[in-house]
């Protein structure tokens, strides 16, 4: 499967890193990382998450990071919605 991101989901990269590069450059890159990785998975392991509560969105907890990746599986393509710290309000479907 392809795994595409689409244009929030990027500026949500974006924004973790700039937030973490500030407090700790060697973090911000293990989070990149580890939130990359996850990702490139979905290629092989488009169910791997959860459904949620919005019809054909799915979501994923990071293992080793709190952040949590909102993305849907359409045809033969995965396509990563939002990523978003976990601690933050609960999210609203219609956003996304």
């Given amino acids: ?24 450059p060697g973090g911000a890159e293990q989070v990149r990382q580890h939130i990359a990785a996850t990702i490139e998975r979905f290629g092989n392991f488009p169910y791997l998450g959860r459904e949620t509560d919005e ?20 045809d033969d393509n995965v396509a990563v919605l939002h990523i978003r710290h976990a601690a933050r309000e609960p999210l609203d479907p219609r956003t996304l």
């Avoid at 244009?7 to 973490?20: F, H």
């Fill in 55 to 74: 019809p054909g969105v799915r979501m994923l907890s990071l293992t080793r990071y709190p952040y949590l990746i909102f993305y849907t599986v359409l």
């Fill in 1 to 24: 499967m392809t795994v595409r991101l689409a244009p929030r989901a990027v500026g949500d990269l974006e924004e973790i890193r700039s937030y973490l590069v500030e407090r700790s």
